[in-house]
């Protein structure tokens, strides 16, 4: 669906089947290892989907030392970690405007040298960079997980890479179509 800021039309749609945690945690590493500065990845999905949990995961990948200990943000809205490069971590659910964020200067890491994962990025419609990943993470209520990806082609071929290399994580894509 087309969120009214561009991009899911022109974004390239694949779902991604991860049949248990330790699929969550693998997928989000590689992630973290694919990361390039000033990366942003979005993701999407209800309370308890595995937001944060993917976030711990993409942070191991980008090389955050374990006594850093990513946890949920939602009280602070931004956590920076230090990595091989920067996790800059932002949990937008107690915030209702885009206005608190560009007050906050959040917006501001986006284009910094780190990478940028926003939990709840609907909160910034609008203000998010065009060329983002986004992932919904759907949970069917067991321990699997199926990831709704838009990625335009600054991810494309990286993760076009990854599939190619991990077949068995796809469940559909339009990729190299
Ligand atoms: N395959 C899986 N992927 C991700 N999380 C999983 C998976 N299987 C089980 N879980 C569990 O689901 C829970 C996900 O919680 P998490 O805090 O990551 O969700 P969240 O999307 O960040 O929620 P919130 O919106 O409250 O921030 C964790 O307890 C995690 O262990
Ligand atoms: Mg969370």
Redesign the pocket.
Known sequence: MDKGDGVTDKAKQTSIH????????FFGRTLGELALPGDVIC?D????????????AIAQGLQVPDSEYVT?P?FAVFHQYPGRIPLYHM?F?RLHDVSEILDLGLDEYFSLSGLTVI??PTRASGILPDDRLELT?E?PG????IIRCACLPGWETRLADLFRQYPGLLLESTMGH
């Open positions: 991860l049949k248990s945690l330790d699929e969550t945690r993701l999905g209800d309370l308890g989907a595995g937001k944060t949990t993917l976030t711990q949920s939602s949990d659910y939990e709840w993470i949970n067991d321990d699997s997980r």
